[in-house]
């Protein structure tokens, strides 16, 4: 159940993947061999999470308010920051990992354990690295598209952050595995940080929801957002024509937002859900 638990962790940016989505029209990928397959699972995904995992993120707003919820965020924030400078050394970026460092280091301290976020202010800007971005600045090919049950969007070569990050560089789960707990206590932070995490995405689940196809939009926006960490937000030209279809003379930008708009128009004839 802890590696479940861990696993589950990684589905961090199920909804909020789409805030980093590129801002311009790109058509839907063809490179999706596992479609069915990941089709399932994301249906799967969806289900656990109306009936689970969101009202619980619901139920964590209600009771807390925004600075204690920013305090929090803080902390996990902070206390997983060694897995990025274990991936900057392992990128053979020393001046990322000592920034990085820093910032740990500021906000464990100045920051009362992290629960604060003294080290923007003194200009150390928040990095996010692993072992995934380690495998692709390294050369390692993407791999293919995987939906994974609890886990989310990934690919063959991001699965691999999974392990790696999870048992070598996470301290929480360091921290688990050598100190007894009883009646499971040890599952206790790491439920409250995925709490958190979609506490957090509740803000953005109208990106998805507006999506033509929720499916798609999150496969190629995860793809999008992993382009940019990989190129540190600046991918080449080149790329970024190929991301967005521009090198296929087939692609149709109008016909794909006149597809968008014509379902757009066809959810809102029918009556909306209530929201929590």
Not at 35 to 60: C, H, L, M, T
Not at 65 to 79: E, G, K, L, Q
Not at 148 to 153: A, E, S
């Amino acid at each position: 159940m802890q590696s479940l638990i861990r696993l589950s962790l990684r589905c961090l940016p199920l909804l909020a993947v789409a805030l980093l989505a590129g801002c311009s029209i790109a058509k839907p990928r063809t490179d999706d061999p596992h479609e069915q397959f990941n089709r399932k699972v994301y249906a799967f995904n969806d289900s656990v999470d109306k009936a689970v995992i969101r009202p619980v993120a619901v139920g964590y707003r209600k009771v807390t308010n925004p600075p204690v919820r920013r305090a929090v965020s803080d902390f996990f924030t902070n206390i997983r920051m060694p897995i990025t400078v274990a991936n900057d050394l392992l990128q053979a970026r020393p001046m990322q990992a000592a920034r990085s460092t820093g910032r740990f280091l500021v906000n464990l301290t100045l920051g009362i354990g992290g629960f604060f976020d003294p080290a923007s202010q003194l200009g150390l800007p928040l990095e996010d690295n692993d072992f995934g971005i380690t495998l692709a600045r390294w050369g390692v090919p993407e791999g293919d598209f995987l939906m994974l049950p609890l886990i989310g969007p990934t690919t063959v070569r991001d699965v691999w952050r999974l392990p790696v990050d999870s048992y070598f560089f996470d301290p929480l789960s360091y921290y688990s595995r050598n100190h007894s707990f009883k009646a499971g206590q040890y599952y206790l932070p790491s439920v409250l940080y995925l709490v958190t995490l979609r506490a957090r995405a509740i803000d953005a689940e109208s990106f998805l929801q507006s999506a033509y196809d929720p499916y798609a939009f999150l496969r190629d926006a995860y793809r999008q957002q992993r382009i940019y960490q990989i190129y540190d937000g600046n991918p080449p030209t080149d790329v970024i024509e190929q991301m967005q279809g521009l090198k296929d003379k087939n692609f149709d930008p109008e016909e794909l937002l006149d597809e968008q708009h014509k379902w757009e128009k066809s959810q809102s004839e029918q009556p909306q859900p209530t929201k929590n």
